[in-house]
């Protein structure tokens, strides 16, 4: 369910720390909010290569986690429908222009016996911090 | 206000709606809370079961705003809070499993929020354990609430994991404790929302005949997923094949001689057609069993189409939910 949302529309930018990479918002394919200690993986591939979980990490409503500190987050969540900023880095700096954006998205739900989940690709066109202030 | 009209079935059912319905709106954000509650009274589904952990942003804390806003919208679109649906993590952790003192406390915390919400019945997943209903139990019927299992398919009453929870309620007699039929249960011929989706998604139109046929022939649906595989079918295959042993039908009376036990319905559905009647689940067959049980709660809609047709069409939750009460209407003997 919901699986053609998860990657939002247009959400692809850059960093503004000036680091390699960038952000694209994601949406949970699940009809409720989950605590974040359930959100097992959001799993990003650019253009066809895989990022790793411990290059990228996850921003619901302004709060900020790593993926290895995500299983231990009790008192968050992320909300229905809520799109979360993926951040993520990359060796060489995303040129301007369209990229395949692939997410997988792996919840550990209590009563599914199998990780549940949904994936999603879309071709989003960055936009960078240049485009959208044009100070740097 | 509809009355029963002088020939019709006389019976004390209420109709209502589960804001599940309109989960596609309200993720894309194209409907808010308060649009769900003002729809909800158009519709004359007036009895309200929200879920807490979808409506509620930063569940489990629930403000004051929250709840004076809540019940603002009930007054002012003539709406009543009916239910709430629990859910219970026992994954919460992703090393160990919730213990039995943890998942009583969770239940406690949903019990609380059901309680400042209005609603007097709580949904309990059917994941819920029967040691669980039972602990909490004295809790739920201090606070004037009733946890009910939700009876959701492929469960029924003779199943083991339904036969514990009913060993539960009849030895402790709580007055707290019931059930929640789904009416999922009661699915008669295969959705085709789901097996026209299959199709798109590239299942093989023999196997998805084969599968479809089975189901619609009260068939044996257990081998399915082999005799799919068999025959050389792939993966959307298999998923459908699932499905079709996913799904149960059994005569509604069956829910007869629990009927002291249920207190509310989540009347499931995943099509209405033009014609006003739900495609694969017979509520011209549900309807007269619940009135001869005198079944006292609410009819509450529960949409579940909208994840089988948003890949190609446009979903109109509000449309489907509209169709469902006026054919509850009908069935129930309404005259406005």
């Known amino acids: 369910m919901f699986d053609k949302y998860i990657v939002c529309d247009d959400s692809l930018r850059g960093r503004t720390d000036g680091r390699p990479g960038g952000v694209v918002q994601v949406r949970m394919p699940y009809y409720r909010g989950l605590g974040l200690s359930m959100v097992e993986a959001v799993d990003l591939t650019l253009d066809g290569t895989p990022i790793p979980a411990e290059r990228t990490n996850f921003t619901v409503h302004g709060n900020t986690y790593t993926f290895a500190e995500l299983p231990s987050v009790f008192d968050d969540r992320w909300e229905m429908g809520e799109p979360a900023d ?13 990229h395949q954006v692939a997410i997988a998205v792996r919840l550990r739900i209590s009563y599914m016996p199998v990780p549940s989940g949904g994936r999603d690709v879309k071709t989003l066109s960055l936009t960078t911090p240049t485009d959208l202030d044009g100070t740097r | 206000m509809s009355t029963i009209d002088e020939d019709g079935p006389k019976h004390t059912i209420k ?4 804001l599940y319905s309109f989960q596609h709106e309200c993720f894309l954000r194209t409907m808010t809370l308060p649009d769900c509650i003002r729809v909800a009274g158009e519709i004359g589904a007036r009895g309200i079961e929200i879920i807490p952990e979808q409506s509620i942003v930063g569940y489990p804390r629930l403000t004051d705003e929250f709840v004076a806003d809540w019940f603002g919208l009930m007054d002012r679109y003539g709406t009543t809070p009916v239910a709430t649906d629990l859910f219970l993590d026992t994954k919460l952790h992703p090393d160990r499993w919730l213990t039995l003192d943890e998942q009583i406390a969770s239940v406690r915390t949903d019990i609380d929020i059901a ?12 994941n ?5 209903m039972e602990g909490a139990a004295p809790y739920a019927q201090e606070q004037g609430v009733r946890l009910l299992l939700e009876v959701h398919a492929p469960f029924h009453y003779a199943h083991p994991w339904i036969v514990q929870h009913l060993e539960v309620m009849h030895r402790t007699g709580s007055p707290a404790l019931g059930f929640m039929p789904d009416m999922g249960t009661y699915v008669k011929r295969f959705p085709r929302v789901v097996s026209e989706r299959a199709l798109r998604d590239g299942a093989r139109p023999d196997l998805v005949d084969l599968i479809v046929k089975t189901y619609d022939d009260h068939g044996d649906t257990h081998g399915l997923m082999d005799t799919v595989h068999y025959k050389g079918g792939g993966p959307v295959d298999f998923g459908l094949a699932r499905q079709a042993t996913h799904f149960i039908w059994s ?32 509520y011209d067959e549900i309807v007269p069993v619940l009135i001869e049980g005198g079944f006292d709660g609410y009819l509450s809609s529960e949409y579940e189409g909208n994840r089988h047709i948003e890949d190609a069409f446009e979903v109109d939750s509000v449309e489907q939910v509209r169709r469902q009460h006026a054919m509850f209407g009908r069935l129930l003997g309404e005259t406005n």
């Open chain 2, 128 to 132: 819920t354990p029967p040691e669980v």
């Open chain 2, 15 to 18: 109709r209502g709606v589960s």
């Open chain 2, 251 to 282: 005569d509604p009376r069956g829910m007869l001689p629990h009927m002291d036990l249920i207190g509310h319905i989540q009347a499931k559905f995943y099509e209405m057609t033009p014609e006003g009647i739900e495609y694969s689940i017979p």
């Open chain 1, 86 to 98: 993926l951040t993520f880095e990359t060796d060489q700096p995303v040129e301007a222009g369209d």
């Open chain 2, 115 to 126: 309680v400042r919400l209005g609603a007097r019945n709580i949904r309990a997943i059917i």
